[in-house]
């Protein structure tokens, strides 16, 4: 089964920036989706972005414009450059990878702190 490590996160003021990085390991599908979600406190699991192994991207609406999600196929790897933090993107983000043999797979989770 693939699992997951991430880096990054921290706590920025409002305006600032952080960079989330991902690395995979274990038996991946040629097809896949790599991605991150994030989890405030009493609030649900959220999708931030995500990419498939065909270079197609969702993003959440709120963080369009402000967010680039990125892979990097051969390293089974993927990252996202988060700009312009407000204090609502404060949250545990996580790392996902899915396939269609073991449906998702998560991250220990990173904490993005963002003060006003």
């Known amino acids: 089964q693939v699992q997951l490590v991430e880096s990054g996160g921290g706590s920025v003021q409002t305006g600032g920036s952080l960079r989330l990085s991902c690395v995979g390991s274990g038996s991946m599908l040629a097809r896949n989706i790599m991605g991150w979600y994030r989890q405030a406190p009493e609030r649900p699991r959220e999708r931030v972005a995500t990419?498939?192994?065909?270079?197609?991207?969702i993003y959440a609406d709120d963080v369009q414009g402000r967010f680039i999600v990125s892979r990097n196929i051969a390293k089974n790897s993927v990252t996202l450059q988060m700009n312009n933090l407000k204090p609502e993107d404060t949250a545990l983000y996580f790392c996902?990878?899915?396939?269609?043999?073991?449906?998702?797979?998560w991250g220990q989770g990173t904490q993005v702190t963002v003060s006003s």
């Open positions: 996902n990878y899915w396939d269609a043999g073991q449906g998702n797979r």
């Open positions: 990419m498939n192994t065909g270079g197609s991207i």
